[in-house]
């Protein structure tokens, strides 16, 4: 079975992990600390290079799963507008336009489109208007350490544990 992979990292990773683990078409999630490249921010432009930072790995079957499916899961549990840790890794080359078309997407919301000569509606960068900014991380993988197996489920294997996020609720209302 082919299988691609996509790393989010933010909020709580033992919440994420629980989350991802019962979406159709995911095929295994694991806790770890990613490493990554020309990570860019869509409130800071300038390239940089992230190490050690918590994420999740999820495996899926994009023939199950679309990319996009997932990180709208991640950020209907988790604000881009707020959460200034939030990131989305990508490992494939091939993954980058379609995370970039998502985020360009998340980053635009609420700007008020502009139609060109061609009649197309495109969003317009230098409108003055206020809007949110988005704090999604993006950038190309360069490592991925999971966490040992006695860590990995830790929510699983300690349901007396308070989460920010009910879990029971929010998986009895995702829908696919």
């Known amino acids: 079975m082919y299988t691609k992979k996509i790393y989010f990292s933010g909020g ?3 919440e994420l992990q629980e989350i991802f683990a019962d979406v159709p078409g995911v095929v295994k999630v ?22 050690n930072i918590p994420a999740v790995e999820i495996e899926f079957n994009p023939k199950k799963m ?4 997932l990180m709208d899961v991640l950020f209907n549990v988790l604000n881009p507008y707020a959460d200034k840790t ?3 890794y990508y490992a494939s080359g091939e993954d980058e336009p379609q ?16 139609v060109s000569k061609a009649c197309l509606t495109i969003n317009d960068p230098h409108v003055d208007k206020p809007v949110r900014k988005c704090f999604v991380k993006v950038g190309r993988l360069t490592s991925f350490a999971d966490v040992p197996d006695d860590e990995q489920f830790f929510l699983r294997k300690h349901p007396e544990i308070k989460t920010d996020i009910d879990l029971t609720k929010l998986k009895t209302s995702l829908r696919f």
């Open 30 to 51: 694991l806790i770890g600390q990613v490493a990554a490249r020309n990570v860019h921010s869509y409130v800071n432009h300038e390239p940089q290079t992230l190490e």
């Open 66 to 69: 679309d990319l996009s499916m």
């Open 86 to 88: 939030l990131g989305v």
């Open 12 to 14: 709580n990773v033992r």
């Open 99 to 114: 995370v970039e078309l998502h985020l360009n997407f998340i980053a635009n919301r609420g700007k008020e489109p502009v």
